[in-house]
């Protein structure tokens, strides 16, 4: 919701959705966020998830990366995100001085983006997480900063995007 009021109080041209769909942690096949993304049929998708932070000793890196508590969202590449995007996406936070990490998602991400990337004729989408320390335990924790940087990367893409961009090429 800050990310919305943050694009509401900016000068961009392009509108914004939000949604927060059921179903992606339970039998996952698209729940909600399937239905969501054929119903609108945004023209570009950004879904917010959380990632693993590595900054504890339990946590291999090599499988995940390194995304500490404090260093900012966590961009993901892979099959279900689209180059463009990440590199939009990427630009934004360089541009706005927000720190952040890169993670691989070579075959699933275990997110939304997984079912709103082949909505409709496919929808070129982009994951941004936050680092979650101790993530599916009863001591979850994330770090304040990172989400303020998240709402602050959001509205920065949303900023960028005009009627010019084409999520074609790439």
Sequence with gaps: LEALRL?????????AVAVAPAQEEIGYSGGGARTSAFGIA????????VTHATDVPEVEKSEVGEHSLGGGPVLTRGSATHPFVFEL??????ANDIPYSIQAAPLRT???????????????????SVPNRYMHSPSEMVSIPDLFHTARLLAAFVARLDQGVDFARG
Excluded: F, K, Y
Aim: glycine fraction near 14%.
């Design 7 to 15: 694009v509401a109080a900016g000068e961009g041209r392009a509108g």
């Design 89 to 94: 996406l990427a630009e934004a936070a360089e």
């Design 42 to 49: 945004p023209d570009v998708a950004l879904v917010v998830d």
């Design 110 to 128: 275990s997110t939304d983006a997984d079912a709103i990337h082949l909505a409709r004729g496919g929808i070129p989408t982009g994951l941004v």
